[in-house]
C-alpha cells in the first residue's frame, strides 16, 4: 500500500487529525518537561565544553538524539578519535531500529518520503507513547498525527532548554561545571528501557561498565559500556523462560 492516500479520518477531521495531535501533545506533557532539564544539562555541557557553541546548539535541531548528542560532546571534548565519536553514537542510537521496526506498520499507508520525514521526531518517549496509542487507533491519519503531535512537544522542549543551557552556560563558576554527561545519558536511556528484567541489567551493565572503563584508552569507556549492556540486556532476553515476561507465567 505504500504510496496509497490514506482514508479520510473519522469526525470530519479533513485530510489531517488535529484533535489526534493535540491528545498527542497531552499525552506526552509530563514526559516533555522531564526532557527541558536534560536538554538544560545538555546546553551547559555545550557551553562548558571546547565544542563551538552554535555547532552544540545546531546539533539539537539537526540531530534531536539527547543521550547521543552529550556522549559525543563528552568524546569530543577528551580528544577522542573520530571513529570512536562515531561509534558511540551508533551503538547508543542503535535502538531506534527497533523503534523503526515497530511503528512501521502503523504508517505503512503513507509514502516512503512522508515516513523518511516522520522519523526526523522519533525519540524514546514519542515512539513508546505512539505504540500505546496506535494499538487502539485503526485510522491512520490519527496515528500520524497523534506521533507528530507527541515528537513535535518533545522536541520543542528539547530545544527550549538547549538554548537556555547554552545560554547560561558560561555564567556557572569553573568550581560548579557539570562532569556529569556520561551518567546523565545513561539515565536518559535507563528510563525508557527499563520496563523489564533485560532492560533493568542492560541500564546496570552500562553504567557500572562505563564508570569502571572510563579510564580506556582512546575515550572509550562509554562505547565499551553502551556495548556491554546492549550484549547483556539481550543475553537476558534470550534467556528468559517463553512462559511470560521474566519468567512469570502470562495469566500471573
Not at 551503538?91 to 522519523?119: C, I, K, Q, T
Amino acid at each position: 500500500m505504500n504510496g496509497v492516500r490514506p482514508a479520510r479520518p473519522a469526525g470530519g477531521e479533513g485530510w489531517f487529525a488535529r484533535g489526534a495531535m493535540l491528545a498527542g501533545a497531552r499525552a506526552i506533557l509530563p514526559l516533555a518537561i522531564a526532557a527541558f532539564p536534560f536538554g538544560l544539562a545538555y546546553g551547559v555541557a555545550v557551553a562548558e565544553s571546547s565544542l563551538d557553541d552554535l555547532v552544540g546548539l545546531l546539533a539539537s535541531f539537526l540531530v534531536l538524539a539527547g543521550a547521543a548528542q552529550l556522549a559525543i560532546v563528552d568524546l569530543v571534548d577528551k580528544g577522542a578519535p573520530w571513529f570512536v565519536v562515531v561509534g558511540t553514537a551508533l551503538v547508543v542510537n542503535a535502538r531506534f531500529m527497533m523503534y523503526s521496526g515497530a511503528l512501521a506498520p502503523s504508517f505503512s499507508d503513507y509514502p516512503r518520503r512522508w515516513r523518511v520525514a516522520m522519523a526526523y521526531f522519533m525519540t524514546d518517549q514519542a515512539a513508546v507513547t505512539s505504540l500505546l496509542y496506535n494499538d487502539r487507533q485503526p485510522d491512520p491519519r490519527a496515528r500520524m498525527a497523534y506521533y507528530l503531535g507527541a515528537g513535535l512537544s518533545f522536541a520543542v522542549a528539547w530545544w527550549i532548554g538547549t538554548l537556555i543551557g547554552v545560554g547560561i552556560g558560561a555564567a556557572i563558576p569553573s568550581e560548579l561545571q557539570l562532569g556529569f554527561a556520561v551518567p546523565l545519558m545513561f539515565v536518559a536511556l535507563a528510563v525508557p528501557s527499563v520496563r523489564d528484567r533485560a532492560g533493568l541489567i542492560a541500564a546496570c551493565v552500562g553504567f557500572a561498565v562505563t564508570l569502571i572503563a572510563r579510564d580506556a584508552p582512546m575515550n572509550t569507556g562509554l562505547l565499551i559500556g553502551a556495548g556491554a549492556g546492549v550484549a547483556f540486556g539481550m543475553l537476558a532476553k534470550l534467556q528468559a523462560p517463553a512462559g511470560g515476561r521474566d519468567g512469570r507465567d502470562a495469566s500471573s
